[in-house]
């Protein structure tokens, strides 16, 4: 209708300069290489005693750009109109059609593209009179990049009489799709919640007559964004059940609107009441529909990704208790080696598997789950540094580890000599795992995590296997450890330089927990642990004083896993200055950095994550990358996961990633964002760096 209206519009003109019968009344156009905007009028002339004009904004929008509605979603500005300098205009009422969804920088936005009409409701101050329209425009209007508009549109009606149908028409096609209010429509919601726990908005609606392609469009105050809706109609097709996730809430936020679409049919409900307890939907989704091929290629992945987890940092901590079960094997035999391995081997399964249970249970309670998130926990993180401290203290000859003597006489009778400390080795090593993610792991997880309960167990148990093949190897060719060398005492040597290993990995995790709790939390769980070590080492030397020295040490430990909940956490200091200016992670913020033609690096990462501190040490804060991302035409993101942050939660979800490290690179022509390998090299930051800025990064392979 918009084009008709331009191809009408030369000819009437022309026909009204020879005298012919009358014109609509259209403004001048305001043009631009992203739209083209005129003001419309239905009445050529304001007829006796008439109270009111029926106008539109027309916008005619370029190919590859859009304009906002009045909630734009997570970025974007809606237009805007002053009628300041109008004559004989007492209000003016700014309609808005029914959106459409789009989708970039892993973000929603609501709006329109090739065409839309506003109309607008113009009520007169002095009734048949003529009127002076002046409509000053202030709009976003955004392709790659965004461009800010303000123009003015200016319309004289005189006094007279005349209807232009071309202009009624469209006026009229564009005010049907203004959504309905509720009693005019025959969609009914029944109910919407938003718990506090959960961090997303459900609703339930019903239509007599069925749905057909739904869309639902929350509004909950300025500065409230939500992502895209899960949406699921019932086996009848009246129910509709939508779920969306609330990444950014207002405070306090305002009330809840829903504009609710299936085609050209919209109807919006204001003022809608929230409960807490969210309506059921109509079907469960389904967790089995992918294909055979794609979970075989997955399970692929996932061992291949559990096999390089051995050779991550991540991992080389436990390096001290395999490298100590080796020398000790070695003078064993081979059935000793290979048994022993065995349960290694099965120590690593048994932690996948059950942490596969873990991630079942937690899914079906509702809870979001991701790939390492178990070290933002202060008591997780506190019980591995009081095992691993044990484990340093044991390698230097304070004290040895071993099992109660009628446990051990019992594993003994079971298995020959017992194997639950090569057992435990293989499940430690699967714990310090969790907090890497190696190559071709990150989709293995995502495609874990986003499937069914089958689906999880078997890519868990993938990754165990390949996490423990080398284990399986030694126990294949339990010959191998007799290429190690005789004992002697180079043997204490080694054992010393494993027990700083494991020291060190345990000042690494205090670290860690000051960055999740606080710095005082840390120092208390250290001044326990050294009092645990301490009374587990008097238990040696003075063996009168063995059930004094032990009740103090287990109480100690006891005191030490209870300091997080008494220790109350602390602000997250800002980040040092480094090589990099990092800017905070905010997701909107991504969008409005590409329109203003930049390349934007986010590194989701952690204090946690060894292998993102090595890309950082090793990638990141190197020639030539460093010198990248000083750049003016690039902005460096960083969004620190240390703690729990469900912003951060949210992007990784909607970028199908569930661990980290997580490195994506958004630009002018990469709206989508171009995702990295877990362990970067330059060359594929380089490359992605000059990809989505759509030109040659100073000091990209070729220059």
């Known amino acids: 209708m918009i084009g008709l209206i331009r191809r009408v519009l030369p000819v009437a003109l022309c026909v009204a300069t020879l005298g012919g019968p009358a014109v609509a009344a259209v403004s001048n156009p305001f043009e631009s290489p992203a739209l083209t905007a005129r003001l419309v009028t239905v009445e050529d002339g304001i007829g006796p005693d008439a109270g009111g004009v029926s106008a539109g904004l027309a916008l005619d929008i370029a190919e590859g750009w859009k304009t906002y509605w009045r909630s734009p979603g997570e970025v974007g500005l809606p237009p805007e109109v002053d009628w300041k300098g109008s004559e004989n205009v007492a209000a003016a009422e700014f309609q808005w059609p029914a959106p459409m969804r789009f989708r970039a920088f892993g973000i929603e936005n ?195 990704g559990g096999l390089i987890l051995n050779a991550m940092p991540c991992v080389l901590p436990v390096l001290s208790i395999k490298l100590s079960s080796a020398l000790n094997a070695a003078q064993t035999s081979w059935r000793r080696v290979r048994t022993g391995f065995l349960a290694t081997a099965a120590g690593t399964m048994a932690f996948m598997l059950a942490l596969a249970g873990v991630v079942i249970g937690l899914q079906a309670l509702g809870y979001a789950i991701g790939w390492g998130t178990q070290f933002q ?92 093949l080398p284990y399986l190897i030694v126990a294949a060719r339990p010959g191998l450890v007799a290429a190690l060398p005789r004992p002697g005492r180079w043997m204490l040597a080694v054992k010393a330089v494993l027990g700083l290993m494991l020291a060190g990995t345990a000042a690494w995790l205090l670290w860690v927990l000051a960055g999740v709790r606080s710095e005082a939390l840390a120092w208390s769980v250290a001044a326990v642990l050294a009092g645990v070590i301490a009374a587990m080492g008097l238990m040696r030397a003075r063996p009168a004083w063995r059930g004094g020295a032990m009740a103090a040490a287990l109480g100690l430990a006891v005191a030490m896993v209870a300091l997080p909940a008494v220790m109350r956490p602390e602000a997250r200091a800002a980040a040092e200055d480094g090589p990099i200016a990092w800017v905070p992670f905010e997701r909107a913020e991504i969008a409005r950095h590409v329109s203003e033609g930049h390349a934007v690096f986010v590194d989701v990462t952690a204090d946690w994550c060894l292998t993102c501190i090595a890309n950082k040490s090793l990638v990141l804060e190197r020639a030539p990358v460093v010198d990248a991302l000083a750049l003016p035409s690039v902005l460096a993101m960083q969004a620190d996961w240390t703690r729990p942050d469900p912003r951060i939660s949210a992007f990784l979800e909607a970028n199908g990633r569930f661990g980290i490290p997580f490195n994506i690179v958004f630009g002018p022509t990469a709206p989508e964002g171009i995702v990295l390998s877990e362990v970067l090299t330059p060359g594929a930051v380089m490359d992605a760096l000059a990809t989505a800025a759509g030109t040659r990064v100073a000091g990209a392979p070729g220059e």
Not at 235 to 240: I, S
């Open 110 to 304: 609501f709006g329109y593209a090739g065409e839309v009409v506003h109309p607008i409701r113009i009520t007169l101050a002095e009734p048949g009179e003529s009127a002076r329209l002046r409509a000053a425009v202030s709009m976003l209007a955004c392709s790659d990049i965004c461009v800010p508009l303000q123009f003015d549109l200016a319309l004289d009606i005189p006094a007279g009489t005349g209807i232009d149908q071309v202009s009624a028409a469209t006026i009229a096609e564009w005010a049907a799709r203004v959504p309905a209010a509720p009693e005019a429509s025959d969609m009914e919601l029944r109910a919407a919640a938003l718990p506090a726990e959960d961090g997303a908005l459900t609703v339930a609606l019903e239509r007599a007559s069925g749905w057909r392609s739904p869309d639902v469009f929350p509004e909950l105050g300025q500065g409230t964004a939500f992502g895209g809706p899960d949406i699921r109609v019932s086996a009848d097709g009246r129910t509709l059940w939508a779920a969306l996730p609330v990444l950014a809430l207002a405070d306090p936020p305002g009330p809840l609107t829903l504009t609710v679409t299936d085609g050209p049919d919209a109807t919006t409900f204001e003022d809608v009441a929230i409960a807490a307890a969210p309506p059921p939907p109509p079907y469960a989704a389904e967790g089995a529909a992918r294909p055979w091929s794609a979970l075989a290629w997955t399970l692929a992945l996932a061992f291949g």
């Open 377 to 468: 926990n202060p008591y997780f993180l506190t019980v591995l540094t009081l095992v691993l401290g044990l484990f340093a203290a044991s390698f230097f000859g304070l004290f040895d580890i071993a099992l109660p003597p009628g446990l051990a006489t019992r594993l003994a009778a079971a298995g020959g000599r017992g194997h639950a400390g090569d057992f435990a080795t293989g499940a430690f090593a699967a714990v310090l795992a969790t907090p890497c993610s190696a190559p071709l792991l990150g989709t293995a997880v995502a495609f874990a995590l986003t499937g069914s309960a089958f689906e999880v167990v078997a890519i868990f148990a993938a990754m165990g296997l390949g996490l423990a």
